[in-house]
């Protein structure tokens, strides 16, 4: 059974058909990446993390499904060239080159994606994710320590459970 409702599904085949020779590295992200990864919740829209040209980039790419083009936009805990799809009614997200807020009111640098994606693999998808010890820090950044703690205790359990098994 797929951790994934159809409709995700399909526009994730969509998604990874489109994106699938961008030069510019991306990912997924949020809900839709935590539950590929195992963790138990359904998502209700997907994310996609890249840099700023990434993000343009996939705009022109996806233009007929394109709500809103990118643009620098800045909130509480980040900031981002963010950009809205609407594919088959799924809201899909995009943000390039995000930063989270420092505790000093400074901004972390750019992350480097290409230390933090693992692939998945659903059916014939094969689709990058952000690892999950760096989606829990960025949860914590943006204050949403709730689902920092989430995936930390999945995190511990997989662990735990590993350690079982080789014993």
């Given at each position: 059974m797929s951790p994934?409702?159809?409709l995700?599904?399909?526009?994730?085949g969509?998604?990874?058909?489109?994106l699938?020779?961008?030069p510019?590295?991306w990912a997924l992200?949020?809900s839709t990446?935590?539950a590929l990864q195992?963790?138990?919740?359904t998502p209700?829209d997907i994310?996609?993390q890249?840099?700023?040209?990434?993000?343009?980039?996939?705009?022109?790419r996806l233009?007929?499904?394109?709500?809103?083009?990118?643009?620098?936009r800045?909130?509480?805990?980040?900031?981002?060239?963010?950009g809205?799809?609407r594919?088959?009614d799924?809201?899909?997200e995009?943000m390039?080159?995000?930063q989270?807020?420092?505790?000093?009111?400074g901004?972390?640098?750019v992350?480097?994606?290409?230390a933090?994606?693992?692939?998945?693999?659903i059916?014939?998808?094969?689709?990058?994710v952000?690892?999950?010890?760096y989606?829990a820090?960025?949860y914590?950044?943006?204050?949403?320590?709730q689902r920092?703690g989430e995936?930390e205790?999945w995190l511990?359990?997989?662990?735990a459970s590993a350690h079982?098994?080789?014993t």
């Amino acid at each position: 059974m797929s951790p994934l409702p159809e409709l995700h599904l399909r526009v994730l085949g969509l998604l990874a058909e489109h994106l699938k020779d961008l030069p510019h590295l991306w990912a997924l992200t949020g809900s839709t990446s935590l539950a590929l990864q195992g963790l138990p919740l359904t998502p209700h829209d997907i994310d996609l993390q890249t840099t700023k040209a990434g993000a343009f980039a996939m705009a022109r790419r996806l233009q007929p499904w394109v709500v809103q083009a990118p643009f620098f936009r800045r909130s509480r805990h980040t900031r981002s060239y963010w950009g809205l799809l609407r594919i088959r009614d799924l809201r899909v997200e995009m943000m390039g080159d995000i930063q989270h807020r420092r505790p000093d009111g400074g901004w972390y640098p750019v992350p480097d994606l290409s230390a933090h994606i693992v692939y998945v693999d659903i059916g014939d998808l094969h689709l990058p994710v952000l690892r999950l010890s760096y989606e829990a820090r960025a949860y914590r950044r943006m204050g949403r320590e709730q689902r920092a703690g989430e995936i930390e205790r999945w995190l511990a359990s997989l662990s735990a459970s590993a350690h079982v098994d080789q014993t």
